[in-house]
């Protein structure tokens, strides 16, 4: 049986409105791509969301085709749902998504509206709920017209299966056009989800500044680089760690003397600010008005820990900022 702790609403600071709509999300959320599937410890998995809940993280990101296998992250946590969470629906915000490849035959991918529709309906009954509360399109499909997808984002949003819409992915002139698609149909997208990170700053020269301007929200995706901007790496690769049993999307190819040699750098500058090389990670995103919240992941309870205690210094000094700028422009 499972209380959640009753201090986990004690820090109202940790709470940020989602640009410039009515809801606000926690600095740090927690995403069930990796860690979370069938193939993974279901009571290991059960312990990080508890722990995160019980830390004020209300926001859980999932997506049709998380696993493995895929939509087995949406059962396990329906599951959860049922078990721990089941008096505390209106305590969390649930986003799942729907673009990449999830069923066979030419109906189970992209961006139609045959698509996002039936894998909303999927997403819902994996997960026990008769609504998600952010349901995004996962990536852009150069085919379909834009009109149909955001016509479908709408759809869902009047149909009572998703509270608010978001777009992941997509670049600076896609989201332009995404926006203006969607406020013309009185469904205003709530939040972007991009890759971006110390180590990948694609969004940072046009797209930051189109979704403050039009208030819409910022959650960057694996923040934490999948891990290399942390200490996780520093001595060796963990046969536990993503890279060193999961190939998938970071191999050990990928944990290069380059990337160390910056990350021991900017630990050094994390340490003297108090902070573990996450948190600061963490903090450099949320430093930004534009960004509402960081999406990350989490292998063990002990990670959730280390990552909502970014949210003691947000703060940076100018010779701070200029440190970091020079070691990763090196
Ligand atoms: N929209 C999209 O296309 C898209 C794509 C990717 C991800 N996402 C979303 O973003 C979420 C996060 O992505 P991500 O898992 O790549 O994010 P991330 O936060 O960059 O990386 C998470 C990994 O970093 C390590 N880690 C986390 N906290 C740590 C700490 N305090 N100390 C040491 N290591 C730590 C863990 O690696 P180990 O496993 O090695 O312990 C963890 O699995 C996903 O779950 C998903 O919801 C969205």
Redesign the pocket.
């Known amino acids: 049986m499972y209380l959640p702790a009753a201090s986990r609403y004690s820090n109202p600071a940790i709470y940020r409105r989602c640009g410039r709509s009515g809801l606000k999300l926690p600095l740090i959320s927690?995403?069930?791509?990796?860690?979370f599937g069938g193939a993974d410890s279901y009571e290991n998995a059960r312990a990080i969301v508890r722990r995160a809940f019980d830390l004020g993280i209300t926001h859980f990101?999932?997506?049709n085709n998380?696993g493995p296998p895929p939509g087995s992250a949406e059962e396990s946590f329906g599951r959860m749902l049922r078990t721990d969470f089941v008096h505390h629906r209106d305590e969390l915000i649930l986003s799942t998504?729907a673009g990449y490849d999830m069923w066979p035959g030419p109906y189970g991918d992209f961006g139609s509206r045959k698509y996002l529709l039936a894998s909303l309906d999927q997403s819902l009954r994996r997960m026990g709920v008769d609504y998600v509360d952010i349901f995004?399109h996962?990536?852009p499909d150069p085919d379909t017209p834009l009109e149909e997808t955001m016509g479908a984002l709408a759809q869902a949003v009047r149909s009572g299966k998703a509270l608010y819409v978001g777009i992941?992915?997509y670049d600076h002139a896609q989201t332009a056009r995404a926006l203006t698609l969607l406020r013309d149909l009185g469904t205003p997208c709530l939040i972007h989800?991009p890759?971006f990170?110390m180590l990948d700053r694609w969004p940072e020269a046009d797209l930051l500044p189109l979704l403050e301007q039009a208030g819409v929200g910022c959650i960057p995706?694996?923040?934490?680089?999948?891990?290399l901007?942390?200490?996780?790496y520093f001595n060796g690769i963990?046969a536990?760690?993503?890279?060193?049993h999961d190939p998938r999307?970071l191999r050990p190819e990928h944990v290069t003397d380059a990337v160390l040699a910056r990350t021991r750098q900017l630990d050094e500058i994390a340490r003297a600010r108090g902070q573990?090389l996450?948190q600061m990670a963490l903090a450099w995103l949320l430093n930004r008005p534009a960004v509402t919240s960081t999406?990350?992941?989490?292998?063990?309870p002990s990670?959730i820990d280390?990552?909502a205690g970014a949210v003691a210094n947000l703060q940076f000094a100018s010779g701070e900022l200029a440190e970091i700028e020079q070691i990763l422009a090196s």
Do not use: M, V
Not at 295 to 300: N, T
């Open positions: 927690l995403g069930l791509w990796h860690n990101d999932l997506a998380y998504k995004y996962h990536r992941s992915n989800q890759r990170s995706f694996s923040p934490l680089a999948k891990g901007l942390t200490n996780r963990p536990d760690s993503r890279a060193g999307f573990t996450a999406l990350i992941g989490a292998s063990k990670q280390d990552c």
